[in-house]
């Protein structure tokens, strides 16, 4: 049980002083993203409702529950899904003329 | 042979310190701007260059960039902050520990004794890396007591670091206000981290909200200084932000600065994926100059990057990387020494200056009759407020409004600035400048080439390079003039009327 980090991570930090078990790594020494140790991820069970990495990771798709599935999937932070995103675009484009 | 340049410092002479960053003889309202604002709070800004327009040019600040992690999510930005080429708020090239930061403000204060103010801007939230700001702060109140420190923040999580803030050498915060209210808040910030949770759109913007206001006043009661920041969005919070101006005012914030959306596709933003367009620069100098009835308004803002260093306008970041600062030994009290005369040599010029300008407030253009239009102009210039570039060397103008009443700093505007992967020079750096100076109706600049000319012209602006090291204002006032004399002023231009 434990989550992971993809290659899509920006290093932007957020997640590292949250994490409870101290599972998380910086990009340091050559490595070019954040890591997650799965010996220490305890996907913040018995700490907090939330699994703390993924409710600030500001990027969609960048942690991975132990199925291998994003827990923050296409859509999810930006409100807005893929099936509506040229619809978004083009209101978004509206509204400023 | 390198030829001694006008208005570029000379090594070690005595006046070399005096440099001016941007290159206004008076900025426009500088005493009228600050005159009103109580003797305290005063002495506190005048000396900053972020506060004050006047101290702007001759003073420097700095960003180290030691606050990566936030803690809300902006549709104007981009977690991803490493590109060396682009000035905006945001993107570092080098995140620093809070030791490197240190080192890092000693080795600029020595070399840069204008130095006055060190800011930490990010590429975070300051307040969402609270170990990592304050270690810096804590610091530098020891190590260096002759160094200012500021903090911007998105105000968050203000509320319960207020207290530990107010504990070093810090009295001013900007806190960046975009909305009061939650729904227009949800298009903005789509969601917050708020205790342990990811809390999205309205409900999210709303607390937001509250977590500002609540900073806001608890600063002011400590007697913090707050200047509010807000970025203009077209169809967002266009048509909100002077009644944000009344509220943050109302509560005792006292410089309202509105900044530009900053929106290109290749910056990966929100926005600049979905095309959400950024204000033209009448759109921003008219919601200025609306907000500017209520509140004291900031607008030589050059939206710096979160590890900017030097004057306002310029960066000598690049002389201070981490593998060059390893190799500076400094001794900060012999720097402080050095500080103290450069800030006395700085205090002496312009109170100099001061003396002048009280024989200077006569209106150059006070004998026309009062209904001829006013007139936008761009100048370009290197410093030392007087026109003294090259139209095609210019980064920035310097845009002047011309009238009846006098003449009038409205603000600036730059010109190729972003990296855009390309090396797209001539012919398109030339439209893009072009299109920066939509509202002008003409150009001062000591020289200017052929082509340039011509196109200046096709696009119904009056290029002039007649004025080569003359004052500024004097320059705008000459070219205004003469346009009245030729009868462009007497019946509104079409031009003035185009979007």
Same mark, same amino acid.
């Given at each position: ?6 290659? %899509? ?11 409870? %078990? ?5 990009? %340091? ?25 993924? %409710? ?42 | 042979? &390198? ?8 090594? $070690? ?16 309202? +500088? ?14 800004? &005048? ?34 902050? $490493? ?13 620093? =520990? ?34 990592? +700001? ?41 806190? =960046? ?52 920041? *807000? ?62 009835? $209520? ?25 201070? =990387? ?30 100099? &200056? ?12 006070? $004998? ?12 370009? =210039? ?49 439209? +893009?400048?072009?299109? *920066? ?48 004399? *030729? ?13």
């Amino acid at each position: 049980m434990a989550f992971s980090i993809n290659d %899509s991570c920006v290093n932007c930090w957020a997640c590292l002083p949250l994490c409870p %078990s101290h599972a998380i790594e910086a990009n %340091s020494g050559g490595a070019t993203r954040f890591k997650i140790d799965p010996r220490k991820c305890t996907e913040c069970d018995g700490d907090y409702a939330d699994p703390q990495c993924s %409710s600030i990771c500001p990027i969609e798709g960048a942690i991975l529950n132990s199925a291998g599935e994003a827990l923050n999937p296409p859509g999810s932070l930006t409100g807005i899904s893929p099936e509506c995103f040229e619809k978004a675009r083009i209101e978004i484009q509206e509204r400023a003329r | 042979m &390198k030829l001694k340049v006008l208005g570029q410092s000379e090594a $070690d002479s005595p006046d070399s310190v005096i440099k001016e960053g941007c290159s206004k003889k008076s900025c426009g309202s +500088t005493n009228s701007q600050m005159s009103h604002l109580p003797e305290h709070i005063f002495e506190k800004v &005048k000396n900053h260059p972020c506060y004050s327009e006047d101290a702007h040019h001759y003073y420097a600040r700095m960003h180290v960039a030691v606050a990566p992690a936030c803690n809300i999510q902006c549709h104007y930005c981009n977690r991803k902050y $490493d590109c060396a080429n682009e000035s905006r708020p945001g993107v570092v090239s080098e995140l620093l =520990t809070p030791d490197q930061a240190v080192k890092k403000v000693i080795a600029v204060a020595a070399a840069i004794p204008q130095m006055t103010v060190l800011g930490i801007a990010g590429p975070g939230d300051p307040l969402a890396n609270p170990d990592r +700001t304050f270690e810096t702060f804590r610091q530098l109140t020891n190590k260096a007591p002759d160094i200012k420190l500021c903090v911007s923040t998105n105000g968050l999580s203000l509320p319960e670091q207020v207290e530990e803030l107010c504990r070093y050498n810090i009295d001013h915060v900007t806190i =960046t206000i975009n909305c009061i209210d939650p729904e227009i808040g949800a298009k903005i910030h789509p969601w917050v981290f708020w205790k342990n949770r990811r809390v999205r759109g309205v409900k999210g913007a709303q607390i937001l909200i509250e977590q500002q206001q609540k900073g806001l006043e608890m600063l002011v009661e400590r007697g913090v200084l707050v200047k509010i920041n *807000s970025v203009l969005i077209p169809g967002v919070n266009d048509k909100h932000l002077s009644e944000v101006s009344k509220v943050v005012k109302s509560k005792g914030a006292f410089l309202h600065n509105v900044m530009p959306l900053i929106s290109e596709v290749e910056h990966g933003t929100f926005y600049g994926i979905m095309g959400q367009r950024g204000p033209n620069a009448r759109e921003l100098s008219e919601l200025q100059d609306e907000c500017a009835g $209520d509140m004291n308004m900031m607008r030589h803002c050059r939206q710096c990057r979160a590890d900017a260093v030097g004057l306002l306008g310029e960066d000598r970041g690049a002389e201070f =990387t981490l593998d060059k600062i390893e190799e500076m030994n400094v001794d900060y009290n012999a720097a402080m020494e050095k500080r103290a005369e450069v800030h006395a040599q700085i205090e002496a010029h312009r109170a100099r &200056k001061e003396q002048e300008s009280v024989t200077w407030v006569a209106n150059p253009l006070g $004998d026309l009759p009062s209904n001829a239009r006013p007139v936008l102009m761009a100048v370009a =210039t290197k410093g030392q407020g007087v026109v003294n570039q090259h139209f095609g060397h210019a980064k920035e103008f310097l845009i002047y409004e011309a009238s009846p009443a006098g003449v009038r700093f409205i603000g600036h505007r730059r010109v190729d600035q972003y990296c855009s992967g390309d090396d797209n020079c001539g012919e398109g750096v030339l439209a +893009t400048t072009i299109r *920066s100076l939509e509202g002008c109706e003409a150009v001062i600049c000591s020289k200017i080439g052929y082509a340039p000319w011509g196109r200046l012209e096709e696009a119904g602006i009056i290029p002039n390079g007649e004025y080569a090291m003359d004052p500024i204002e004097d320059a705008v006032a000459g070219v205004y003039r003469e346009m009245f004399k *030729s009868g462009h002023l007497i019946i509104a231009s079409n031009n003035e009327l185009r979007a």
